[in-house]
């Protein structure tokens, strides 16, 4: 039996071969040879990859599986688990990226001697990069007497070296981190540090009812991702990154013989981008993500910073979305271990700012308390009741009040405000009650007395989830002075809202934004923009609720011609409408004269003649067109067609980040797929969108044009039956294998003929689309009309 050999589904058989899963049970069934189940359930078997593949090859079935599905399925199938194989992986990657010759010299033996020799060769990176014991400024709590500061340590990772295996190799160039030569351990177990050794000052405006206490919470919320289950807070954090062990590696090893082939095809950072993003698609349940839009537009509002936190880092998405700059130091801190090894080593390979990772519940176990960042990012757990108000009652953390049992997010403003220089700014993600409740109206008063808070921006509806409420953003400034007349910025972008999975208009949101925080940090004030933004005086804001919505405080937008314009919306809709009418297809073709008409009597149609087909993969493979996957980066920022984008119909609305990766880049004519959702959608790009880069989740078919029409392809890729054949089906997602996407052998000029009317068929959809938009615009503005007064009943 093999007890540490990657396992692998019915469905994954059916990936490997080509073919559906009928197909796997009747092998079953029929062939005696084939792989006994290793695993899984009596209904979900599981199998090992191994004997499947040899027992698919001696069978001639085994079909050309691209690089990166076999790489997934092996870590998909992983005994430990997907999170220590992406672990082990992200590893193995490090290695590669920074010390190639290295792995090479470990790789070039077999795998029981790549597995005794890694831990040695990973020591290589991670002990420079991740950084031994130092004892100087920098150094993580408990590091010794000799910590003086935070900012200026050479290290990569704060690593809790005391458990980490000694290296392989053991000359004086390459000694164990924890030896007394190299210092005291970076969490010496001698000296356990308070949860916030410096006492805050107390609060100008205490009252004597509250408690100054620090409120502590568990970092496991998530903008980059976040297990909803969340393991139980330690006591002290630990390190984020420590190199397996020798006996812990060796089930990995075919895995990551795959990812360094992988990093050969693409780099090692696209690799680990890869190997993570196809993870949190095939969970997408057991994750709360963070848009990449968000994220940037959370970093920007910080603006530059040297020094940068985010205690509830997740899989690091808000310290990746961060400019870069020399000398710059990231902070990263959550309560799932294998999260905050994934967000370590995803910005170890990002980029080459000093990154340091911790395991630990934030609040509870702080793992940089004398850190003074210049910006604090953070996504926290929303409604959280066991943060840690019990045990953080006395807290010096709680500078504004001692939060309520209800109040988790106010426990987090305020950890975010006592890890900040003076003058320094946090952003963080807020459920809306948290402006309004009043269980935490004493802190938002002494909030804004005090001048720490600074702007409310209220999101639209669907920027992150949970997608159903508008969300807020807080921007705080740790007070180095009292403004003399202080005002508080109120932003409401609801108006950017998108219709269906489209989500918000993300450069309506940040032009929007960005203008009124930057206009207001000039001025201190910002003068009425009709139901968008304004300054309001903190005075105005102090009364029984201290609500802080922006919704509240801004004036509806001034309508002066309000019935002109909702005529104009009608006598627009009824255009669309006579053009829809004039496009609407017929089912099939008119009758000649020779033939008989609707209203004679016929026989009943032939059935449809059965058509030779073939497959997009065996296309591909002919040079009848090109397949490209949507990428996670670029060298320039261009507009990024997304997967929502294809799903709405509407333009490029995305961004990628900058990196060394070559993003795809759309023509016209070209087909885009994509693989998610479930949904029979296939979109020609027009000149209009051509130039857009290729976003994740989506997959470019470039035809050529003297074998294959692209409308042709596009229609024929979207039928039901087609992209249910080709789908296979996980217990929260629908995934779509577009290389078994069928299409019939046809003449050029027979496929023309289907181009053409599938052409038709996108104009009428498109159409289609604009008067809904229309309709739905006529409706709200008559409804806002008719209760605003700007439009009279009769």
């Not at 630990?238 to 590696?249: E, F, H, I, M």
Request: hydrophobic content about 40%; glycine content about 10%.
């Amino acid at each position: 039996m093999h007890d540490n050999a990657t396992e692998v589904t019915a469905a994954g058989i059916a990936r490997l071969a080509g073919v559906g899963r009928a197909a796997v049970s009747n092998w079953r069934r029929r062939h005696p040879d084939f792989p006994r189940p290793v695993g899984g359930s009596e209904t979900s078997p599981s199998f090992a990859l191994a004997e499947v593949e040899s027992w698919l090859r001696a069978q001639g079935k085994l079909a050309e599986v691209p690089l990166r599905e076999r790489v997934w399925q092996q870590l998909a199938g992983h005994p430990e688990g997907p999170l220590t194989a992406l672990v082990h992986a992200g590893c193995a990657l490090l290695l590669i990226h920074e010390r190639p010759t290295v792995w090479l010299d470990a790789s070039a033996g077999s795998d029981a001697r790549l597995a005794a020799m890694l831990p040695g060769a990973l020591e290589q990176v991670l002990t420079p990069r991740f950084g031994g014991a130092s004892a100087g400024p920098g150094a993580a709590p408990g590091a010794g007497p000799g910590a003086e500061g935070v900012n200026t340590a050479p290290t990569r990772f704060a690593v809790d070296t005391a458990s980490t295996p000694s290296p392989v190799n053991t000359s004086p160039a390459a000694l164990p981190v924890n030896s007394q030569s190299a210092g005291p351990p970076v969490n010496a177990s001698s000296a356990p540090p308070p949860v916030n050794p410096v006492p805050a000052p107390p609060p100008v405006h205490a009252s004597p009812t509250v408690h100054k206490t620090t409120a502590v919470h568990s970092t496991s919320a998530v903008h980059g991702a976040t297990p909803f289950g969340r393991a139980t807070p330690s006591a002290r954090a630990t390190s984020a990154v420590r190199a397996p062990t020798g006996p812990q590696l060796l089930p990995s090893v075919p895995l990551l013989r795959g990812a360094a082939e992988l990093a050969a095809e693409m780099g090692a950072r696209q690799a680990f981008e890869f190997l993570l993003g196809r993870h949190l698609d095939a969970n997408p349940r057991q994750y709360t993500l963070t848009p990449a839009e968000l994220a940037g537009l959370m970093a920007d509002l910080a603006g530059q910073a040297r020094t940068v936190l985010d205690p509830a880092c997740g899989t690091g998405a808000l310290l990746r979305a961060v400019d870069t700059r020399p000398g710059q130091e990231l902070y990263a801190q959550d309560s799932a271990p294998d999260l905050a090894a994934l967000s370590a080593l995803r910005l170890a390979l990002h980029t080459r700012a000093a990154v340091r990772g911790a395991a630990g519940d934030s609040l509870r176990a702080d793992a940089h308390p004398e850190l003074r960042a210049d910006a604090v990012l953070c996504h926290p757990p929303f409604n959280e009741r066991n943060w840690g108000h019990d045990e953080l009652a006395y807290d010096p953390r709680w500078e504004y009040g001692f939060p309520a049992r209800t109040e988790s997010e106010l426990a987090w403003v305020q950890h975010a405000l006592a890890r900040l220089t003076d003058g320094g700014t946090a952003v963080l993600l807020m459920p809306p009650a948290a402006a309004s409740r009043r269980s935490g109206r004493r802190i938002r008063a002494d909030l804004l007395r005090r001048g720490a808070l600074r702007a409310v921006v209220a999101l639209p509806v669907g920027a992150a989830p949970p997608y159903n409420i508008p969300l807020h953003l807080w921007v705080l400034r740790r007070p180095d002075r009292t403004p003399a007349a202080p005002e508080v910025l109120l932003v409401d972008t609801g108006r950017f809202a998108g219709g269906g999975r489209g989500g918000p208009d993300w450069a309506a949101v940040r032009e929007a934004v960005l203008d009124a925080w930057r206009a207001f940090g000039r001025a201190g004030r910002l003068a009425e923009r009709p139901g968008l933004a304004r300054s309001v005086p903190v005075i105005a804001l102090l009364g029984d609720e201290v609500d802080l919505a922006p919704a509240r405080h801004l004036p509806p937008p001034a309508v002066t011609d309000g019935t002109a314009q909702l005529a104009e919306v009608r006598d627009r809709l009824g255009e669309t409408l006579r053009l829809t009418a004039g496009l609407s297809p017929a089912p099939a073709d008119q009758p000649s004269a020779d033939q008989p008409s609707a209203d004679q009597p016929s026989a009943d149609p032939a059935p449809a003649a059965r058509r030779p087909v073939t497959t997009i993969g065996e296309l591909a493979r002919g040079g009848a067109l090109v397949l490209r996957t949507g990428g996670n980066g670029g060298h320039a920022r261009v507009p990024v067609l997304t997967d929502h984008d294809i799903l709405a119909g509407t333009g490029p609305s995305g961004t990628l980040p900058e990196s060394e990766e070559e993003a795809v880049l759309t023509e016209a004519g070209d087909i885009v797929v994509p693989v998610l959702g479930g949904g029979a959608v296939a979109r020609v790009i027009d000149e209009g969108t051509a130039g857009a880069a290729l976003g994740r989740n989506l997959v470019l078919l470039r035809p050529d044009r003297t074998a294959l029409d692209p409308w042709f392809l596009a229609g024929f890729l979207r039928g039901t039956a087609n992209n249910r054949q080709a789908s296979s089906y996980a217990s929260t997602a629908t995934r779509l294998d577009v290389r078994r996407l069928q299409l019939p052998r046809l003449p050029l000029e027979e496929q023309r003929r289907y181009g053409a009317r599938f052409r038709a068929l996108d104009e009428f959809e498109r159409a289609l689309r604009h008067a809904s938009r229309l309709g739905e615009q006529l409706v709200r503005g008559m409804y806002d009309g008719l209760t605003d007064g700007t439009v009279t009943p009769g």
